[in-house]
């Protein structure tokens, strides 16, 4: 008998396909980071042109 | 503008409307109409989210933001990247999961008609008032600074904006979109550019820095918490984070850009592309706005940059009054300069105390300068309480048409029309759609199954949408600033939307009576104290989700628990 075939993974799973990344959470994770470089880097930028 | 401005701005303008237009001439499936047939890719979903956003006040007023108070509106963007990752994480995927063609459709599933019906009509009705401001606002500007018929250029842009959106739907707006995009980013890399070499000799990119630092324009976080500060770390944070929430979330003009991606995965990336670029895009426009302020320091700025409002009062019998605050401005400037050069070379020779000096002398100079513009708008308001005396939004087009060389200031004007027209085709994209989905085929539900008969429903609509925007551009009045009354606008409907989003998504046990009620009570309340308090708008955002959710919450405890209704894909 002929096994039906593994159903596919749900798409919330499915790799962001990015290197570096595997899941998600680690893009979510990056992107978070980012912004708090970027409103770091503004904060130092005000202080340091005022 | 000359002949070689009309070519690059008629070539590029009319050239994008028609190769979209020729390129999405044969669509013929509801799908690819209303969805681009799924198959549109990370990169150009990314630039569609942005170039829906970013219409052309975004680069007619954030500059002048940046003029007049400073880089302090960047905060208005904290709560993007966080907003948009819950978009990608909770929302987007519910959206694909169940094949919607609107956001409003989910929730005729997961509640009932009415919910969805109320909130496509708060989206029909804060979106249609906007599709006005979005074609008047730049409309205005460039029909008073280049001398065109208001009338002419609403009707033309608008009439352009339909053709090809009603021809090709979804698709034709993300291929357009994606040229705008690139009009747009070329022009304004020309205008830095332009800019940086306009600047006076010796003084260079950080010394304008440090000057725009000085005189208070780079102050790009604030962390005070009075309430009444519109732009501040905390309103950025908090009222951004739920305003980006409910645009990127829940305004179909939006949702139905990113739907439009072949995959989960490539509509999640087109998000995250914005994500991490908004930020620093919206500091550069801002800080091409305060270099510009730095700019007219040494130049000879006008007293007011709306020149034709100028002119028409100063020509007339008020005219000595305003050639007496001209000649007091050109002086003030001066003494300006003069305390600018003298702070710049003390800095420079490294000398503390006579910098410090001159920095206060400065700072004073400056505030007497800025204090002659008060009087010039003051001039204005008495000799015609309806004249316009916002004019940051002119500052940029001001530097555009006098410091450019030609075919730079065609291809300037067409970023601005560029910018307009994408925002406003994605705006009735969504609104034809919503119509089509959301009204019209519930009330016809039989003619659901006839394909070719709801894509001639859903261009009529849009073409109705594209109508209505026209002549509420033509006929109404708006506030002065015009992206702080879009933002205004969407604060008053965006929170109580989200609220019933939010509700849908993690409040199984809520009904749709029960959010119903509580909606309809947030909105009227919002409203309310909209008419009646001086509050930051983006706390609205916060204040009309809040109320939405606790009343739908208090509502059904008092009614009971209902039973968790399934939310199936659509057929």
Redo the contacts between chains.
Sequence with gaps: MTRPPAPDPP??N?P???PGFRT?RG??LF??G??VL??AL??I??G??? | MNLADWVVLLGTIVGIAAYGSWRTRQIKSLNTYLKGGQSIGWGTIGLSVMATQASAITFLSIPGQGFESGIGFVQNYFGLPLALIIVCAVFLPIYRRLGVYTAYEYLGRRFDDKTRLLCAGLFLLQRGLAAGVTIYAPAIILSTVLGWRLDLVIVGAGLLVIIYTVTGGSQAVSLTQRLQMAVIFGGMVTAAAVLMARLPDGLGITGTAHVAGALGKLHAVDVSLDPARRYTLWTGLLGGLFLSLSYFGTDQSQVQRYISGPSLRESRLGLVFNALLKIPMQFFILLLGAFLFVFYQFGHPPVFFNQSEWRRHAESDHGETFRAIEERYDAAVAASQAAIRDWVRAREADDAAAASGARAVMVEANRRAEAVRGEAKAALRAADPRAKTKDSDYVFITFILTELPHGAIGLLVAVMFAAALSSKAAELNALGTTTTIDLWRQLRPLAAADEARNVRVARWFTAFWGFVAIGFALFAGFAENLIEAINILGSIFYGVILGIFLVAFFFRRVGGSAVFVAAVAAQAIVIAMYLSLNLGYLWYNVIGCAICIAGSLSLQAVVGPRTPRPVGRAT
């Design positions: 798409a919330e499915e962001p396909g990015i998600w893009v979510y992107v978070l980012w912004f970027v409103v503004l904060a930028f005000s340091f042109f005022s």
